[in-house]
């Protein structure tokens, strides 16, 4: 079932892939954006039929990325992962061929060099582990696990404090490959290689990073959560419900959208529904998603 939804890009010598955990959820817009009413995304005609439905409902996926630079092969995140217990029924004790489907891809998980977690949300991290004999234990033991070190230290505090709704995910997808002595903290001037570096882009989470590609004259970004679909092109300084500073957010997708408004970058959204990727070109007086 998801093999099919597995969708590749070339960006110079890059090669990146995109593996699906949940297609295509159709959720209220208030979801993303608490006053937005799907008359208000109506009005983007654009967002249909790929973001949006008739209805004026959004459309997002849950995926994450893996990629091949000079050598390395790194997830882009780790989607959320079987057997867990979370807040949403929809994420709790799911059974998918994850890691069936990153081999379908070409990137088998035993080679796997660097696991990248653009923020430590639990679905971004899910993978990270998988459940063996009753124990979470490193999906990919030979890789690093690269975590940013405002990001880590955030969530540490939120673990210690039991200061957000759900951490579970800390638990069972961070803790254990922390235990393994897997995991290299780094910050935002890190490059995986001199193809693939990262964009600081904070708001969603106080360390939150997006990925910027460039190789051989082409480039591409993956977002991460800095923004969550394409509508947010459109209205970038909206604040959003799940962006823990939601002012910084804001300032960030504003920025964001600037800097590549009319560029041949590729716009990769890690919740962008299919086909996930696109330009940002001028719409009137604001901004769209090109596809
Ligand atoms: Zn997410």
């Known amino acids: 079932m998801a093999a099919e939804h597995i969708r590749h890009w070339k960006i110079g010598d890059v090669e990146i892939?995109?593996?699906?955990?949940?297609?295509?959820?159709?959720?209220?817009?208030?979801?993303?954006?608490?006053?937005?009413?799907?008359?208000?995304?109506?009005q983007f005609a654009w967002l249909q039929p790929h973001f949006a439905t008739p209805e004026g409902k959004m459309i997002i996926s849950f995926q994450c990325f893996v990629l091949r630079s000079?050598?390395?092969?790194?997830?882009?995140?780790?989607?959320?992962g079987n057997d867990r217990q979370r807040e949403f029924p929809v994420f709790t004790n799911m059974?998918?061929?994850?890691?069936?489907?990153?081999?379908?891809?070409?990137f088998p998980h035993e080679e796997v060099t660097d696991v990248l977690c653009t923020h430590l949300h639990f679905d971004h991290v899910g993978w990270n582990t998988r459940l063996v004999d009753g124990k979470w234990?490193?999906?990919?033991?030979?890789?690093?696990?690269?975590?940013?070190?405002?990001?880590?230290?955030?969530?540490?505090?939120?673990?210690?404090?039991?200061?957000?709704?759900?951490l579970h995910h800390m638990d069972d997808a961070v803790v254990p490959v922390l235990d393994a002595g897997l995991v290299e903290f780094i910050?935002?001037?890190?490059?995986?290689?001199?193809?693939?570096?990262?964009i600081p882009t904070p708001g969603h989470t106080p360390g939150h990073v997006s990925v910027l590609v460039q190789s051989r004259g082409q480039s591409a970004?993956?977002?991460?959560?800095?923004m969550h679909n394409p509508i947010q092109i459109a209205v970038p300084g909206t604040e959003a419900r799940f962006d823990m500073d939601k002012i910084q957010a804001?300032?960030?997708?504003?920025?964001?959208?600037?800097?590549?408004?009319?560029?041949?970058?590729l716009v990769i959204g890690s919740h962008f529904a299919e086909p996930t990727a696109g330009h940002i070109v001028p719409?009137?007086?604001?901004?769209?998603?090109?596809?």
């Open 250 to 265: 804001a300032r960030t997708r504003s920025e964001f959208v600037t800097r590549f408004n009319g560029t041949p970058t």
């Open 70 to 80: 000079q050598g390395r092969t790194a997830m882009i995140d780790t989607c959320i």
């Open 17 to 42: 892939a995109r593996i699906v955990e949940v297609y295509g959820w159709e959720d209220d817009i208030s979801m993303l954006l608490p006053d937005a009413t799907p008359e208000f995304v109506k």
């Open 187 to 198: 910050d935002a001037d890190f490059k995986l290689t001199d193809e693939v570096s990262l």
């Open 137 to 166: 234990v490193p999906t990919f033991p030979q890789a690093r696990y690269l975590f940013g070190r405002r990001e880590y230290e955030h969530w540490k505090h939120l673990h210690e404090t039991n200061g957000y709704h759900d």
């Open 95 to 106: 059974q998918t061929t994850f890691l069936e489907d990153l081999a379908a891809a070409g």
């Open 221 to 226: 970004v993956i977002t991460g959560d800095m």
């Open 283 to 291: 719409d009137g007086n604001g901004w769209k998603l090109k596809v």
